[in-house]
């Protein structure tokens, strides 16, 4: 690779039909930057090579704390786009690694700063196009950033960009629009229908479309997402709130003039339910508690208590003043339960595995052998005397 003398490749972070993604350390200001590189090849392609350069325009007009930063754009035997390093990972990766939904009230939160990112490059007249969890990365803290501008366009300066060329349409097909399908004209309304599809799988921890998708059903997919609306998300988890899907029904509404009017009122929704849930459960605002991260590894739907509050997931965040007594246990049937006491003084982080449990398997094994004795001695009575 042909690259800038100042910095230096460390590793290769990702490949895709436009370009690849490596991890550089720019010698000059010691400091590590993802670069976004156009492959060579595509360099006299007029499409890729404009998208390439309205990703970096758009992005220099962005200053926001949940949207990538741009350092710099350059031009060698190719482009370049010198990005903020951000150490985490895709939401999509982050939601299959905990094996089911991230719990309700963090999704809700997390889902907030994400919606406040987009709001404010909506207020840019910039609209994404491609918003989806694979571009939407989260670290440890959970702090999140929206990436990958690509197929975005600033629909102020031109708004006759607001059309996808059908022959490149961009995008991942399950979170496109309804208009974006039928090649209309797309508007902020679009982005909050995608969003709105990202808070389903946030919720649910499924894979929307995934049976069309492993067929290979791109025009049935396209045809569900013109006429269905998004199946209900008890359906596919049935712990979550008919709030929360109400609230996705309407972001993900097939008209854009039935979705929300900005994510502006997509947020106030948000903050309401975030209110009551909050108050029915007697939580306090974050900042005045202790931190308590709960994770079960591997095991979906396990049942978590916590101090006789009880949650259904793989996953949950809980706050808990300094000096309270907490008390964790979490069940999950088959499995040894697991059971921790401790004094919050400081934010923890608990990690946990369930071990299969054996003698659960004997106690069904056993209770199968007595019921196959005693059908064999019923077959031997009625055999022997009638």
């Known amino acids: ?18 370009g ?14 993802a670069i976004k590189s156009l492959h060579s090849n595509l ?27 741009l350092y710099d754009y350059i031009v060698t ?8 390093y951000l150490d985490g990972i895709p939401l999509d990766r982050y939601i299959k690694s905990i094996s089911g939904p991230i719990q309700e009230l963090r999704a809700v939160n997390l889902f907030i700063k994400i919606l406040k990112a987009v709001e404010y490059a909506h207020q840019k007249g910039i609209i994404h196009r491609d918003l989806k969890p694979g571009n939407i990365m989260i670290d440890k803290n959970d702090n999140v950033k929206i990436i990958d501008f690509g197929i975005g366009k600033n629909i102020e300066n031109n708004p006759a960009l607001t059309h996808i060329d059908s022959n490149m349409p961009g995008g991942t097909p399950k979170y496109m629009t309804p208009e974006h399908v039928k090649g209309l004209e797309l508007t902020p309304q679009s982005d909050i229908y995608s969003l ?23 025009l049935q997919m396209y045809g569900a997402i013109e006429k269905e609306p998004l199946p209900n998300v008890s359906d596919y988890y049935k712990h979550v709130s008919p709030r929360i899907n109400d609230i996705i029904q309407k972001a993900t509404a097939k008209n854009p ?6 994510c502006s009122s997509f947020i106030r929704n948000l903050e309401d339910f975030k209110k009551d849930e909050t108050e029915i459960l007697g939580w306090e605002e974050p900042e005045r508690q202790n ?7 591997n095991q979906k739907d396990s049942c978590i208590l916590v101090n006789n509050k009880g949650f259904i997931g793989s996953e949950l965040i809980y706050y808990a003043f300094p000096g309270e007594k907490i008390k964790v246990t979490i069940i999950k049937q088959g499995f040894q339960k697991y059971f921790k006491q401790f004094i919050s003084n400081k934010q923890e982080k608990i990690y946990v595995t369930l071990i299969k449990n054996n003698y659960f398997l004997y106690e069904r094994i056993i209770w199968l052998i007595l019921f196959l ?7 031997i009575y009625f055999y022997l005397y009638f």
Do not use: C
Request: proline share 2%.
């Open 1 to 18: 690779m042909n690259m800038i003398e100042q910095f230096h490749i460390e590793q290769k972070l990702g490949d895709g039909s436009q």
């Open 20 to 33: 690849k993604i490596y991890l550089a350390r720019d010698t000059r200001l010691n400091r590590k930057v």
């Open 43 to 69: 360099i006299e392609d007029p499409i890729n090579k404009q998208r390439f350069e309205e990703e970096a325009k758009l992005l220099a007009q962005l200053h926001h704390p949940s949207i990538v930063i």
């Open 77 to 84: 035997d190719t482009l370049h786009l010198i990005l903020e």
């Open 196 to 218: 709105g599809v990202t808070l389903w799988e946030m919720v649910t921890g499924a894979s929307l479309y995934d049976d069309l998708n492993k067929g290979g059903g791109v």
């Open 257 to 262: 003039k039935n979705r929300y009017s900005s």
């Open 291 to 297: 931190k308590i991260e709960l994770k079960i590894l």
């Open 373 to 379: 004795t005693i059908l064999s001695f019923i077959f």
